[in-house]
Protein backbone atom coordinates (compact mmCIF):
# COMPACT_ATOMS: atom_id res chain seq x y z
CA UNK A 1 0.00 0.00 0.00
CA UNK A 2 1.55 3.62 -1.16
CA UNK A 3 1.96 5.81 2.03
CA UNK A 4 4.54 8.17 0.41
CA UNK A 5 2.08 11.34 0.96
CA UNK A 6 1.02 10.01 4.63
CA UNK A 7 4.46 9.73 5.19
CA UNK A 8 5.13 13.54 4.01
CA UNK A 9 2.20 14.68 5.95
CA UNK A 10 3.47 12.98 9.18
CA UNK A 11 7.41 14.62 8.87
CA UNK A 12 5.77 17.76 8.44
CA UNK A 13 3.31 17.68 10.92
CA UNK A 14 6.31 16.53 13.75
CA UNK A 15 7.87 19.38 12.89
CA UNK A 16 4.87 21.52 14.39
CA UNK A 17 3.18 19.76 16.99
CA UNK A 18 4.75 16.94 19.67
CA UNK A 19 4.70 13.62 18.35
CA UNK A 20 2.97 15.13 15.29
CA UNK A 21 -0.31 14.30 16.56
CA UNK A 22 -2.98 15.65 18.56
CA UNK A 23 -3.49 12.77 21.06
CA UNK A 24 -1.21 10.14 20.83
CA UNK A 25 -2.45 6.57 20.30
CA UNK A 26 -2.81 8.39 16.50
CA UNK A 27 0.78 8.31 16.09
CA UNK A 28 1.21 4.61 15.09
CA UNK A 29 3.57 3.62 17.65
CA UNK A 30 2.50 0.34 18.93
CA UNK A 31 1.90 -0.43 15.34
CA UNK A 32 4.81 0.99 13.25
CA UNK A 33 5.19 3.22 10.48
CA UNK A 34 3.52 6.81 9.78
CA UNK A 35 -0.58 7.52 10.81
CA UNK A 36 -2.77 7.65 7.73
CA UNK A 37 -4.06 10.72 6.41
CA UNK A 38 -7.33 10.51 5.94
CA UNK A 39 -8.78 13.31 3.32
CA UNK A 40 -12.81 11.97 2.87
CA UNK A 41 -14.94 9.45 4.18
CA UNK A 42 -18.37 7.62 3.77
CA UNK A 43 -20.24 4.89 4.75
CA UNK A 44 -17.99 2.53 6.08
CA UNK A 45 -14.69 3.66 4.02
CA UNK A 46 -12.10 6.25 4.03
CA UNK A 47 -9.60 7.44 1.66
CA UNK A 48 -6.47 8.39 2.72
CA UNK A 49 -3.41 11.07 1.33
CA UNK A 50 -2.11 8.65 -1.15
CA UNK A 51 -5.69 8.05 -3.02
CA UNK A 52 -6.03 4.22 -0.76
CA UNK A 53 -9.37 3.76 0.41
CA UNK A 54 -9.75 1.92 3.19
CA UNK A 55 -12.65 -0.03 5.40
CA UNK A 56 -12.47 1.48 8.30
CA UNK A 57 -13.05 -0.52 12.38
CA UNK A 58 -12.05 2.89 13.74
CA UNK A 59 -14.64 5.57 12.88
CA UNK A 60 -12.86 8.46 14.77
CA UNK A 61 -13.07 5.93 18.00
CA UNK A 62 -16.56 4.74 18.16
CA UNK A 63 -18.89 8.46 17.67
CA UNK A 64 -19.68 7.23 13.76
CA UNK A 65 -22.16 4.64 14.10
CA UNK A 66 -23.81 5.64 11.11
CA UNK A 67 -20.97 5.77 9.09
CA UNK A 68 -18.93 8.33 7.66
CA UNK A 69 -20.29 11.57 6.51
CA UNK A 70 -24.03 10.49 6.62
CA UNK A 71 -26.51 12.59 4.54
CA UNK A 72 -28.53 13.36 7.21
CA UNK A 73 -26.18 13.57 9.82
CA UNK A 74 -24.10 15.93 7.43
CA UNK A 75 -27.87 18.12 6.77
CA UNK A 76 -28.32 18.79 9.62
CA UNK A 77 -24.83 20.08 10.30
CA UNK A 78 -25.00 22.26 7.44
CA UNK A 79 -28.00 23.74 7.62
CA UNK A 80 -27.17 24.52 11.35
CA UNK A 81 -23.80 26.35 10.74
CA UNK A 82 -25.45 28.37 8.23
CA UNK A 83 -27.50 30.30 11.25
CA UNK A 84 -24.55 30.68 13.11
CA UNK A 85 -21.78 28.28 14.73
CA UNK A 86 -22.17 29.47 18.08
CA UNK A 87 -23.84 31.66 20.39
CA UNK A 88 -22.87 30.82 24.27
CA UNK A 89 -26.39 30.83 24.68
CA UNK A 90 -28.90 28.45 25.36
CA UNK A 91 -29.89 26.82 22.50
CA UNK A 92 -32.67 24.57 20.89
CA UNK A 93 -30.70 21.96 19.48
CA UNK A 94 -29.55 21.41 23.33
CA UNK A 95 -33.19 21.05 24.35
CA UNK A 96 -33.72 18.78 21.14
CA UNK A 97 -30.99 16.33 22.18
CA UNK A 98 -31.56 16.70 25.84
CA UNK A 99 -35.40 15.41 24.77
CA UNK A 100 -33.98 12.40 22.41
CA UNK A 101 -31.84 11.36 25.47
CA UNK A 102 -34.26 11.27 28.07
CA UNK A 103 -36.34 8.42 25.93
CA UNK A 104 -33.50 6.48 27.29
CA UNK A 105 -32.75 7.38 30.42
CA UNK A 106 -34.67 6.99 33.64
CA UNK A 107 -37.56 9.06 34.19
CA UNK A 108 -36.83 12.44 35.75
CA UNK A 109 -33.25 12.61 34.84
CA UNK A 110 -31.62 15.61 33.87
CA UNK A 111 -28.82 15.91 31.18
CA UNK A 112 -25.87 18.50 30.92
CA UNK A 113 -23.45 18.72 28.17
CA UNK A 114 -20.21 19.67 27.43
CA UNK A 115 -17.87 19.16 24.54
CA UNK A 116 -15.54 15.86 25.38
CA UNK A 117 -15.84 12.53 27.59
CA UNK A 118 -13.34 13.62 29.44
CA UNK A 119 -15.06 16.59 30.59
CA UNK A 120 -18.51 14.81 31.31
CA UNK A 121 -16.62 12.18 34.03
CA UNK A 122 -14.62 15.06 35.40
CA UNK A 123 -18.13 16.42 36.36
CA UNK A 124 -19.59 13.59 37.58
CA UNK A 125 -16.91 13.30 39.91
CA UNK A 126 -17.26 16.64 41.21
CA UNK A 127 -20.86 16.58 41.40
CA UNK A 128 -20.81 13.06 43.18
CA UNK A 129 -18.04 14.82 45.32
CA UNK A 130 -19.92 17.48 46.02
CA UNK A 131 -23.09 16.00 46.60
CA UNK A 132 -22.38 13.46 48.84
CA UNK A 133 -19.34 15.93 50.91
CA UNK A 134 -16.94 12.99 50.72
CA UNK A 135 -13.51 13.11 48.90
CA UNK A 136 -12.83 9.39 47.86
CA UNK A 137 -13.46 7.96 44.43
CA UNK A 138 -12.92 4.31 43.42
CA UNK A 139 -11.94 3.36 39.88
CA UNK A 140 -10.94 -0.01 38.29
CA UNK A 141 -7.54 -0.84 36.79
CA UNK A 142 -7.81 -0.84 32.75
CA UNK A 143 -10.32 1.70 32.73
CA UNK A 144 -9.92 4.97 31.33
CA UNK A 145 -12.23 7.86 32.06
CA UNK A 146 -10.76 10.94 29.86
CA UNK A 147 -7.33 12.49 30.88
CA UNK A 148 -8.42 14.86 33.67
CA UNK A 149 -5.30 14.64 36.27
CA UNK A 150 -7.30 12.62 39.23
CA UNK A 151 -8.59 9.40 36.70
CA UNK A 152 -4.50 9.06 35.28
CA UNK A 153 -4.04 6.64 37.60
CA UNK A 154 -2.88 2.78 37.84
CA UNK A 155 -2.93 -0.01 40.37
CA UNK A 156 0.30 -0.62 41.96
CA UNK A 157 1.06 -3.89 43.06
CA UNK A 158 -1.38 -5.88 45.38
CA UNK A 159 -5.20 -5.92 45.20
CA UNK A 160 -6.25 -2.68 46.20
CA UNK A 161 -3.65 0.61 46.52
CA UNK A 162 -4.53 4.22 46.65
CA UNK A 163 -3.41 4.74 43.00
CA UNK A 164 -0.16 6.40 41.68
CA UNK A 165 -0.25 8.74 38.78
CA UNK A 166 0.39 7.42 35.54
CA UNK A 167 1.58 10.41 33.86
CA UNK A 168 4.24 13.00 34.42
CA UNK A 169 2.95 16.58 35.56
CA UNK A 170 -0.24 14.79 37.72
CA UNK A 171 0.42 16.13 41.36
CA UNK A 172 0.40 13.60 43.97
CA UNK A 173 -2.79 15.41 45.97
CA UNK A 174 -4.80 14.45 42.54
CA UNK A 175 -4.61 11.09 43.39
CA UNK A 176 -4.51 10.68 46.62
CA UNK A 177 -7.97 10.16 47.13
CA UNK A 178 -8.12 7.29 44.41
CA UNK A 179 -8.61 4.30 45.28
CA UNK A 180 -7.52 1.65 42.01
CA UNK A 181 -9.52 -1.52 42.46
CA UNK A 182 -9.34 -4.39 39.92
CA UNK A 183 -12.00 -5.89 37.44
CA UNK A 184 -13.66 -9.31 38.06
CA UNK A 185 -12.81 -9.43 41.31
CA UNK A 186 -15.84 -8.70 44.15
CA UNK A 187 -13.99 -9.98 47.06
CA UNK A 188 -10.92 -7.60 46.48
CA UNK A 189 -13.19 -4.57 45.34
CA UNK A 190 -15.94 -4.83 48.14
CA UNK A 191 -13.10 -5.26 51.07
CA UNK A 192 -11.81 -2.57 49.50
CA UNK A 193 -14.66 -0.32 49.54
CA UNK A 194 -15.95 -1.12 53.34
CA UNK A 195 -12.42 -0.36 54.45
CA UNK A 196 -13.09 3.36 52.94
CA UNK A 197 -16.63 3.09 54.37
CA UNK A 198 -18.12 6.56 54.91
CA UNK A 199 -15.28 8.78 52.83
CA UNK A 200 -16.53 6.74 49.71
CA UNK A 201 -17.74 9.54 47.20
CA UNK A 202 -18.00 7.25 44.12
CA UNK A 203 -17.17 4.22 42.32
CA UNK A 204 -16.80 5.00 38.30
CA UNK A 205 -16.72 2.37 35.77
CA UNK A 206 -16.78 2.11 31.85
CA UNK A 207 -20.54 0.56 31.38
CA UNK A 208 -18.08 -2.05 29.78
CA UNK A 209 -14.70 -1.69 30.08
CA UNK A 210 -13.03 -1.01 26.22
CA UNK A 211 -10.17 0.55 26.61
CA UNK A 212 -7.78 -2.03 27.71
CA UNK A 213 -9.34 -4.73 25.91
CA UNK A 214 -12.65 -5.50 25.77
CA UNK A 215 -13.41 -6.85 29.47
CA UNK A 216 -16.86 -7.89 29.68
CA UNK A 217 -17.79 -8.00 33.43
CA UNK A 218 -20.09 -10.74 35.81
CA UNK A 219 -23.25 -9.52 36.24
CA UNK A 220 -22.59 -10.45 39.89
CA UNK A 221 -19.74 -8.30 39.94
CA UNK A 222 -21.15 -5.11 39.10
CA UNK A 223 -24.52 -6.11 41.64
CA UNK A 224 -21.57 -6.19 44.03
CA UNK A 225 -20.13 -2.75 43.83
CA UNK A 226 -23.70 -1.25 43.18
CA UNK A 227 -25.17 -2.81 46.28
CA UNK A 228 -21.62 -2.17 48.25
CA UNK A 229 -21.67 1.63 47.26
CA UNK A 230 -25.06 1.78 48.37
CA UNK A 231 -24.70 0.43 51.51
CA UNK A 232 -22.10 2.98 52.20
CA UNK A 233 -24.50 6.34 50.71
CA UNK A 234 -21.80 6.44 47.82
CA UNK A 235 -22.65 6.96 44.16
CA UNK A 236 -22.15 4.70 41.15
CA UNK A 237 -21.19 6.45 37.94
CA UNK A 238 -21.22 4.55 34.80
CA UNK A 239 -19.12 5.96 32.35
CA UNK A 240 -21.03 5.13 28.77
CA UNK A 241 -18.91 7.60 26.62
CA UNK A 242 -17.77 4.43 24.61
CA UNK A 243 -20.60 2.07 25.07
CA UNK A 244 -23.39 3.94 25.57
CA UNK A 245 -25.74 3.50 22.40
CA UNK A 246 -23.55 0.82 20.94
CA UNK A 247 -25.28 -2.14 21.88
CA UNK A 248 -28.77 -3.32 22.05
CA UNK A 249 -29.69 -1.99 25.81
CA UNK A 250 -28.43 2.04 24.27
CA UNK A 251 -27.29 2.04 27.70
CA UNK A 252 -26.22 -1.10 29.37
CA UNK A 253 -25.49 0.01 32.45
CA UNK A 254 -29.31 0.62 33.40
CA UNK A 255 -29.40 -3.46 32.42
CA UNK A 256 -26.29 -4.72 33.60
CA UNK A 257 -26.31 -4.60 37.28
CA UNK A 258 -25.09 -1.19 37.82
CA UNK A 259 -28.33 0.63 38.11
CA UNK A 260 -26.06 3.70 38.79
CA UNK A 261 -26.77 6.92 40.24
CA UNK A 262 -24.61 9.14 37.29
CA UNK A 263 -24.59 8.05 33.32
CA UNK A 264 -21.41 9.80 31.40
CA UNK A 265 -21.54 10.14 27.63
CA UNK A 266 -19.93 11.33 24.91
CA UNK A 267 -18.95 9.97 21.40
CA UNK A 268 -21.96 8.42 19.48
CA UNK A 269 -24.27 11.27 20.99
CA UNK A 270 -22.01 13.66 18.92
CA UNK A 271 -21.77 11.94 15.98
CA UNK A 272 -18.43 13.13 15.10
CA UNK A 273 -18.77 16.19 16.57
CA UNK A 274 -17.36 17.53 20.47
CA UNK A 275 -19.60 16.35 22.92
CA UNK A 276 -19.79 14.82 26.20
CA UNK A 277 -22.87 14.45 28.87
CA UNK A 278 -23.74 13.64 32.14
CA UNK A 279 -27.37 12.51 33.37
CA UNK A 280 -28.48 12.05 36.34
CA UNK A 281 -31.69 12.12 38.51
CA UNK A 282 -33.37 16.00 38.83
CA UNK A 283 -32.49 16.07 42.41
CA UNK A 284 -29.00 14.96 41.87
CA UNK A 285 -28.18 17.08 39.10
CA UNK A 286 -29.64 20.39 40.97
CA UNK A 287 -26.80 20.17 42.85
CA UNK A 288 -24.64 21.72 39.26
CA UNK A 289 -23.86 25.51 38.98
CA UNK A 290 -26.40 27.72 38.82
CA UNK A 291 -28.85 25.74 40.77
CA UNK A 292 -26.58 24.27 43.00
CA UNK A 293 -23.14 24.78 44.42
CA UNK A 294 -20.88 22.44 42.34
CA UNK A 295 -19.35 24.40 39.44
CA UNK A 296 -19.47 23.49 36.09
CA UNK A 297 -19.15 25.43 32.56
CA UNK A 298 -17.93 25.93 28.98
CA UNK A 299 -17.83 28.28 25.89
CA UNK A 300 -18.99 26.06 23.81
CA UNK A 301 -20.92 23.45 25.82
CA UNK A 302 -23.84 22.57 23.86
CA UNK A 303 -22.72 23.80 20.68
CA UNK A 304 -25.94 24.03 17.87
CA UNK A 305 -23.72 22.30 15.40
CA UNK A 306 -22.82 19.64 17.74
CA UNK A 307 -25.68 18.98 18.89
CA UNK A 308 -27.38 18.98 15.97
CA UNK A 309 -24.77 16.08 14.65
CA UNK A 310 -25.48 14.14 17.66
CA UNK A 311 -29.20 13.83 17.63
CA UNK A 312 -29.05 13.59 13.81
CA UNK A 313 -27.16 10.64 14.21
CA UNK A 314 -29.92 8.88 17.38
CA UNK A 315 -32.05 9.93 14.95
CA UNK A 316 -30.37 7.86 11.70
CA UNK A 317 -30.09 5.06 14.24
CA UNK A 318 -33.71 5.08 14.98
CA UNK A 319 -35.15 5.43 11.72
CA UNK A 320 -32.94 2.62 10.20
CA UNK A 321 -33.55 0.20 12.76
CA UNK A 322 -29.93 0.98 13.95
CA UNK A 323 -29.39 -1.07 16.90
CA UNK A 324 -31.04 -4.41 15.25
CA UNK A 325 -28.38 -3.80 12.43
CA UNK A 326 -25.12 -3.37 14.03
CA UNK A 327 -26.10 -6.76 16.05
CA UNK A 328 -26.86 -8.87 12.96
CA UNK A 329 -23.38 -7.17 11.69
CA UNK A 330 -21.75 -7.77 14.95
CA UNK A 331 -23.04 -11.37 15.07
CA UNK A 332 -21.69 -12.04 11.34
CA UNK A 333 -18.40 -10.71 12.21
CA UNK A 334 -18.17 -13.12 15.39
CA UNK A 335 -19.23 -16.11 13.97
CA UNK A 336 -16.82 -15.57 10.87
CA UNK A 337 -13.97 -15.07 12.85
CA UNK A 338 -14.80 -18.13 15.61
CA UNK A 339 -15.02 -20.41 12.11
CA UNK A 340 -11.66 -19.12 10.94
CA UNK A 341 -9.98 -19.10 14.11
CA UNK A 342 -11.03 -22.68 14.85
CA UNK A 343 -9.62 -23.70 10.99
CA UNK A 344 -6.26 -22.10 12.09
CA UNK A 345 -6.00 -23.61 15.40
CA UNK A 346 -4.53 -20.36 17.17
CA UNK A 347 -5.14 -19.18 19.99
CA UNK A 348 -7.26 -16.18 19.64
CA UNK A 349 -10.98 -14.92 20.88
CA UNK A 350 -13.19 -12.47 19.33
CA UNK A 351 -14.81 -10.39 22.33
CA UNK A 352 -18.03 -8.79 20.95
CA UNK A 353 -20.15 -6.00 23.06
CA UNK A 354 -22.96 -5.34 20.17
CA UNK A 355 -21.03 -3.11 17.41
CA UNK A 356 -17.68 -2.92 19.36
CA UNK A 357 -15.41 -5.95 18.99
CA UNK A 358 -11.76 -6.86 20.29
CA UNK A 359 -9.90 -9.40 19.16
CA UNK A 360 -7.54 -11.34 22.11
CA UNK A 361 -4.61 -12.47 21.18
CA UNK A 362 -2.35 -15.76 22.64
CA UNK A 363 -5.20 -16.93 24.67
CA UNK A 364 -7.72 -19.52 24.79
CA UNK A 365 -10.01 -17.43 27.38
CA UNK A 366 -11.72 -14.28 26.66
CA UNK A 367 -9.93 -11.96 29.67
CA UNK A 368 -11.96 -9.88 32.25
CA UNK A 369 -9.27 -8.25 33.64
CA UNK A 370 -6.93 -5.84 32.69
CA UNK A 371 -3.88 -7.78 34.28
CA UNK A 372 -4.90 -11.02 32.30
CA UNK A 373 -4.10 -10.10 28.88
CA UNK A 374 -0.95 -11.19 27.58
CA UNK A 375 1.93 -8.10 26.89
CA UNK A 376 3.49 -10.44 24.35
CA UNK A 377 0.51 -10.68 22.49
CA UNK A 378 0.93 -6.87 21.71
CA UNK A 379 3.82 -7.76 18.82
CA UNK A 380 1.09 -10.09 17.07
CA UNK A 381 -1.11 -7.41 16.73
CA UNK A 382 1.34 -5.05 15.44
CA UNK A 383 2.15 -7.70 12.57
CA UNK A 384 -1.83 -8.42 11.96
CA UNK A 385 -2.19 -4.45 11.95
CA UNK A 386 0.55 -3.68 9.24
CA UNK A 387 -1.52 -7.14 7.18
CA UNK A 388 -4.91 -5.64 7.14
CA UNK A 389 -3.43 -2.61 6.41
CA UNK A 390 -2.50 -4.03 2.79
CA UNK A 391 -5.64 -5.84 2.56
CA UNK A 392 -7.35 -2.31 2.92
CA UNK A 393 -8.51 -2.69 6.19
CA UNK A 394 -7.79 0.00 8.90
CA UNK A 395 -7.95 -1.11 12.91
CA UNK A 396 -6.97 0.96 15.65
CA UNK A 397 -3.44 1.40 15.59
CA UNK A 398 -3.04 -0.61 19.32
CA UNK A 399 -4.08 -4.44 20.26
CA UNK A 400 -5.46 -3.13 23.51
CA UNK A 401 -8.12 -0.74 21.38
CA UNK A 402 -11.47 -1.78 20.10
CA UNK A 403 -12.89 -1.63 16.96
CA UNK A 404 -16.22 -0.20 16.17
CA UNK A 405 -18.92 -0.99 13.43
CA UNK A 406 -21.43 1.09 11.84
CA UNK A 407 -24.52 0.80 10.60
CA UNK A 408 -22.63 1.89 6.76
CA UNK A 409 -20.86 -1.56 6.81
CA UNK A 410 -22.05 -3.84 4.65
CA UNK A 411 -22.26 -7.85 4.69
CA UNK A 412 -19.52 -8.13 2.56
CA UNK A 413 -17.52 -5.67 4.22
CA UNK A 414 -17.53 -7.77 7.18
CA UNK A 415 -16.67 -11.07 4.71
CA UNK A 416 -14.02 -9.40 3.51
CA UNK A 417 -12.65 -8.88 7.00
CA UNK A 418 -13.24 -12.11 7.86
CA UNK A 419 -10.87 -13.44 5.13
CA UNK A 420 -8.28 -10.99 5.39
CA UNK A 421 -8.05 -12.11 9.57
CA UNK A 422 -7.28 -15.50 8.71
CA UNK A 423 -4.72 -14.69 6.41
CA UNK A 424 -3.21 -11.89 8.82
CA UNK A 425 -3.55 -13.93 11.83
CA UNK A 426 -1.28 -16.90 10.57
CA UNK A 427 1.11 -14.18 9.26
CA UNK A 428 1.08 -12.84 12.99
CA UNK A 429 1.86 -16.39 14.45
CA UNK A 430 3.86 -17.42 12.10
CA UNK A 431 6.21 -14.49 12.12
CA UNK A 432 6.31 -14.77 16.10
CA UNK A 433 7.49 -18.45 15.80
N1 LIG B 1 -14.57 7.68 29.03
C1 LIG B 1 -14.43 6.63 28.22
C2 LIG B 1 -15.03 5.33 28.61
C3 LIG B 1 -13.74 6.77 27.02
O1 LIG B 1 -13.61 5.71 26.21
C4 LIG B 1 -13.20 8.02 26.69
C5 LIG B 1 -12.43 8.18 25.44
O2 LIG B 1 -12.10 7.28 24.76
C6 LIG B 1 -13.37 9.09 27.57
C7 LIG B 1 -14.06 8.89 28.73
C8 LIG B 1 -12.81 10.42 27.24
O3 LIG B 1 -13.53 10.98 26.20
P1 LIG B 1 -12.88 12.14 25.30
O4 LIG B 1 -11.79 11.51 24.51
O5 LIG B 1 -14.04 12.62 24.47
O6 LIG B 1 -12.39 13.19 26.23
Same mark, same amino acid.
Given at each position: ???????? $??E?????MPG??S?????F?????AP?Y?? &?????????A? /?N?L?D?C??WG??V =?G??H????E?? #??????? %?S????H???IRL??????DL?E??Q?RF =??????A =??????L???K???DV?A???????????? %? @??????????F?????A??P???T?D?LV?G !??D??????A??K =??DRL?????EG???????????AEFLE? @????? &??? /?A?V????? %???????SVL?????GL?P??? #??????G??M????IA?P?ET?????PD????Q?G??S????AM??G??T $? +?? %?E????Q??L??? /???????F?????? $?SL??? @?????SI?W????T +?????S???I??ES????Q??H??? !??R??Y !??P????????STA? #?E?D??????A???C?? +?A???S?
Amino acid at each position: MQRHNSSK $LFEKAKELMPGGVSSPVRAFRAVGGAPIYPV &RGKGSHFTDAD /GNRLLDYCMSWGPLV =VGHAHPKVVEAV #TETAKRG %LSFGMPHDSEIRLAARLSQDLPEGWQVRF =VSSGTEA =VMTALRLARGKTGRDVIAKFTGCYHGHSDC %L @LVKAGSGLATFGTASSAGVPEGATNDVLVLG !LDDSTGAVDALRK =VGDRLAAVVIEGIPANNGLLVQRAEFLED @LRQVS &REL /GAMVIADEV %LVGYRTPSVLVSRENGLDPDLI #TLGKVIGGGMPVGAIAGPAETMASLAPDGPVYQAGTLSGNPVAMSAGLAT $L +EV %LEAEGGQARLEQL /GARLESGFVSVAAG $LSLPVR @LQRAGSIFWLALDT +ETLPRSAEAIASESMDKYQTLHQGM !LERGIY !LAPSGYEVGFLSTAH #TEEDIDRTIEAFGECLQ +EAYRSSD
